[in-house]
């Protein structure tokens, strides 16, 4: 079965550095991974999405993911930090194909604050 | 231009009343969801529409019952409501021919039951 463990349920990191969020994945097949972004109070965002092409995935606002199939991992990196990156942060697979479509299957989400 | 739109953007409301959310998208997609975030801010599917037909029904109580007018169009009606039922829910949507599967989600609807 598909599933996501998001090993830290809140991040956080001063404005300017490094972001890391972790992401481990389950698959019985070659997985389709998402992360997506969730703002105080506003809709989810889709930031990138791996599909199987390049392992490195570039989204919005500077955020990158690697995926690596040895250590079943899809962890989303910033190479520095802003104020406005504080929000919720889902990691996502698709789910099995049942009846013509596949289901998005989420993370626990990860909690990312931006000091000063 | 708002792609996935939602009203209202709150409701409160008693135990045991009716109520219901609706969602609207003009992206032209042909799949519609909802989606309950809980206050754990955990996300899981409820329902998907294709062409107005379902396509996904998770494990939900009867009383909440999806209505789909129109391919641009998913409403989510909620009888006889719960405390358990406050969440935050979340209208997306998608087209389903697309190899990505990529959902745009709306701003959602938080639900409170008092």
């Known amino acids: 079965a598909q599933s996501v463990t998001q090993l830290d349920s809140h991040v956080s990191v001063s404005e300017g550095t490094p972001v890391l969020l972790r992401c481990n994945y389950s698959?019985?097949?070659?997985?389709?991974l998402f992360w997506y972004v969730q703002h105080p109070n506003k809709g989810l965002q889709l930031l990138l999405k791996?599909?199987?092409?390049?392992?490195l995935v570039k989204g919005i606002n500077g955020f990158e993911a690697e995926f690596k199939k040895s250590e079943t991992s899809f962890h989303l990196t910033k190479p520095s930090a802003h104020m406005s990156d504080a929000a919720e942060y889902f990691c996502?697979?698709?789910?099995?194909?049942?009846?013509?479509?596949?289901?998005?299957?989420f993370g626990a989400g990860t909690r990312l604050a931006v000091h000063p | 231009d708002t792609a996935v739109s939602q009203t209202p953007k709150y409701l409160v409301t008693q135990m045991g009343n009716d109520k219901s959310i609706k969602c609207e998208q003009n992206?032209?997609?042909?799949?519609m969801y909802w989606y309950k975030q809980d206050s754990k801010k955990f996300l899981k599917i409820m329902f998907s529409?294709?062409?107005?037909?379902?396509?996904i029904n998770e494990t939900v109580p009867n009383r909440f019952s999806p209505k789909s007018p129109d391919k641009a169009h998913l409403n989510l009606h909620i009888n006889s409501l719960e405390l358990g039922d406050s969440a935050v829910y979340f209208c997306?949507?998608?087209?389903?021919?697309?190899?990505?599967?990529?959902?745009?989600f709306g701003p959602g609807t938080r639900l409170t039951v008092l």
């Open positions: 698959s019985s097949y070659s997985p389709s």
């Open positions: 996502v697979v698709r789910g099995p194909y049942s009846g013509g479509y596949n289901k998005l299957i």
């Open positions: 529409y294709n062409n107005k037909e379902l396509i």
């Open positions: 997306a949507s998608s087209q389903s021919r697309g190899s990505y599967n990529e959902q745009f």
């Open positions: 992206l032209g997609h042909d799949t």
């Open positions: 791996y599909t199987s092409a390049a392992t």
